[in-house]
């Protein structure tokens, strides 16, 4: 008889790196059975899907109540599903709201549980940690200081390195192949990413072009990429801000990330991405002032960058709120544009960090350790 696991990933993150995930296992192991919430990536990979993201990755934290007949349906079939085929493991991947609900009903089944990407506990809402260390048999973490971290606080934990590093050296190939983005050898390219989620591009991107439009004053051959979240419209802005030195790239974030000079970015997952490739950053973020507020009592680390998280000190500048405004995104480019020294410590800074983040193969690593459970 096969052995069985079941993989929760309510997201498309998720399901990338699950996809990559179920890929390994699946070449470890060719006959094991693997059901799954999930997406293409997953599907791809030969998991079967009980629901697709699509579906569940549209419960925002606002829009619970609204889909509340969906989630008791979700959770209702997930569990008549497990009870059902019996998995010998459960893997969960981030999405902590539904998981870690998951996790404490399962571990009641006598099925263990191994939670891989965990949320950034570390960040905010600490609470959660007891709930991981109660239902959870082992962290398979992707951040080279969480596993001290979860260790310090009892809860089984192994770094096994960070999944992007597979993907980006999977992409490295077919971007030689891509055309660039760069118009002219000469120009100076500035890599706009406002974030994928459309409050984040309401708040960022205005502030963004304009910085780019001061920086063009001392720096007038450059041009700037914005990188487009595929899910949003971005048709008014195009209309408002209609430059011939700015372009609007779509489904190409490694390539822009890749051919900037610099990068002006939301603070998330992307500005990993630009550590890997060792581009030189700028890092904002901007929130509603009552958001603003409770995040300062909440949040728990000291920048909201994950390089500067790695390596425990500021290499990357971070400007937050009222400090994230086009003059000073402005003059903390042209510093760092016009000094080359500074634009070498920082990149030297980002291949450092890239160092700690560990070899590729992360997924394989983590599907050896899934299947010594089984």
């Known amino acids: 008889m096969s052995s069985k696991i079941f993989i929760s990933a309510g997201e498309l993150s998720g399901d990338i790196h699950g996809g990559n995930l179920v890929s390994a296992i699946r070449q470890i192991n060719p006959g094991i059975k693997i059901t799954a919430i999930g997406g293409d990536n997953m599907a791809g990979a030969g998991a079967e899907l009980l629901f697709h993201i699509r579906e569940t990755s549209i419960m925002g934290f606002a829009e619970v109540v609204k889909h509340l007949p969906f989630i008791r349906k979700l959770w209702k079939n997930t569990l008549r599903h497990i009870d059902k085929i019996k998995p010998d493991l459960v893997v969960v991947i981030d999405y902590p709201g539904f998981n870690l609900r998951l996790a404490k009903s399962v571990t009641k089944r006598n099925i ?61 190939n077919a971007m030689l192949q891509s055309t660039s983005i760069r118009p002219t050898s000469t120009s100076l390219v500035i890599g706009l990413f406002p974030g994928s989620r459309l409050q984040e591009v309401q708040r960022h991107l205005p502030v963004m072009i304009e910085s780019v439009r001061k920086l063009r004053g001392k720096f007038p051959e ?49 500005t990993l991405e630009a550590t890997i490739f060792h581009t030189p950053m700028i890092v904002i973020y901007r929130l509603n002032s009552l958001s603003y507020r409770l995040g300062k009592l ?77």
């Not at 990429?225 to 372009?247: G, N, P, Q």
């Not at 728990?300 to 500048?317: C, E, F, S």
């Open 222 to 270: 450059i041009i700037a990429a914005v990188s487009i979240a595929s899910e949003i419209d971005m048709s008014a802005y195009r209309k408002v801000y209609d430059f011939e030195w700015l372009y609007w790239i779509e489904n190409k974030n490694h390539q822009i990330i890749k051919e900037s000079d610099l990068l002006i970015m939301s603070s998330g997952t992307a």
């Open 112 to 172: 263990p549980v191994i939670y891989y990407i965990s949320p950034q506990v570390w960040a905010w809402h600490q609470s959660r940690i007891k709930k991981i260390k109660r239902y959870t048999k082992e962290v398979l973490c992707i951040l080279p200081f969480e596993e001290e971290w979860f260790r310090k606080r009892g809860v089984n934990a192994r770094f096994v390195g960070h999944p992007l590093l597979d993907q980006i050296a999977k992409e490295k």
């Open 298 to 374: 909440l949040i728990k680390v000291p920048y909201i960058t994950i390089a500067n998280l790695i390596a425990n000190k500021r290499g990357i500048t971070e400007l937050i709120q009222h400090d994230a405004n086009a003059d000073t995104i402005a003059s903390e480019a042209e510093a760092i544009l016009s000094n080359p020294q500074r634009w070498d410590a920082t990149i030297q800074f980002l291949k450092n960090v890239t160092q700690r983040l560990g070899k590729p193969g992360a997924s394989e690593r983590a599907a050896r350790i899934i299947l010594e459970y089984i």
